[in-house]
């Protein structure tokens, strides 16, 4: 039983290998094969080979994007990206960074958490220039910044529970730290956007309160990060290892979203 296996899985990587390598009428056979995983399963008293699919429109919109933004060109906008992998344990620390660039003045939404409880379990909105609003397990916290500048704004949320110890930081620098929700668990489970507001868990939303504009450099950790490393998101330096990252992030496209080059 051992040498069927043996031969009918052999056969198997032999075809996979000669992918890694083709030529060129093999091509589209290549990435086929590429895109899924062989292995050995014993079923009935006899071992077959199963070829296992994986999700290719998910493979082909895992990828680095360093240097790169999603454009969403619409506005008011119908559009959002879905972030993936989902945490897959509830948080009680957590980090989020990302840089926006836009000229709107009504309110709108960067990155929205929701779980089937809370529809703003994490969600960092913008109700009008000057003001940024974080929240945890649907209270918030406002922050007021600069009103007059068109330029790109980097921003960090970071929370413990704790603690219940809110920070958030803009361009590098941190502002007077607040307290939120100490000793909340944010759930699991989540359904994560970019570019708009969660109104219900699953991405129901109201377009007026959607972006429109450039966002780029998304990163999500399950821990407070600390100065240091605030500076270094800002900076675009190394980085630790995070659940959601812009260098290898998983995404959805929903809508008129187009990922481009970034100009500055």
Request: glycine share 8%; hydrophobic share 40%.
């Amino acid at each position: 039983m051992a040498l069927e296996v043996s031969v009918i899985c052999r056969r198997s990587l032999m075809i996979a290998e000669a992918a890694a390598s083709p030529s060129r009428d093999q091509v589209p056979l290549a990435l086929f094969l590429k895109s899924h995983f062989w292995i050995a399963l014993k079923m009935d008293s006899r071992w077959v080979c199963l070829l296992i699919l994986a999700g290719l429109s998910e493979a082909a919109a895992q990828e680095d994007l360093t240097r790169k933004v999603f454009v969403f060109r619409t506005e008011p906008s119908e559009a959002y990206i879905i972030l993936k992998p989902l945490p897959k344990e509830p948080l009680q620390n957590l980090t989020v960074c990302l840089r926006s660039y836009t000229d709107l003045t009504r309110p709108y939404g960067l990155f929205s958490y929701a779980t089937e409880s809370e529809d703003n379990e994490i969600l960092i909105f913008k109700p009008k220039r000057g003001e940024y609003r974080v929240y945890i397990g649907g209270e918030y916290l406002s922050f007021k910044v600069p009103e007059d500048t068109l330029d790109w704004e980097h921003v960090c949320f970071g929370w413990e529970s704790a603690t219940g110890i809110a920070e958030f930081w803009m361009n590098g620098k941190p502002w007077p730290r607040k307290g939120l929700k100490k000793g909340y668990v944010v759930g699991s489970g989540a359904f994560i956007l970019l570019g708009q507001e969660q109104d219900r868990f699953g991405g129901t939303y109201d377009s007026y309160n959607s972006f429109s504009g450039e966002l780029t450099d998304v990163y999500m950790w399950d821990f407070l990060l600390s100065p240091h490393k605030m500076r270094a998101a800002y900076q675009d330096l190394q980085l630790p290892r995070c659940a959601l990252g812009w260098k290898n992030l998983h995404y959805e496209i929903k809508g008129d979203v187009v990922v481009k080059g970034r100009l500055r």
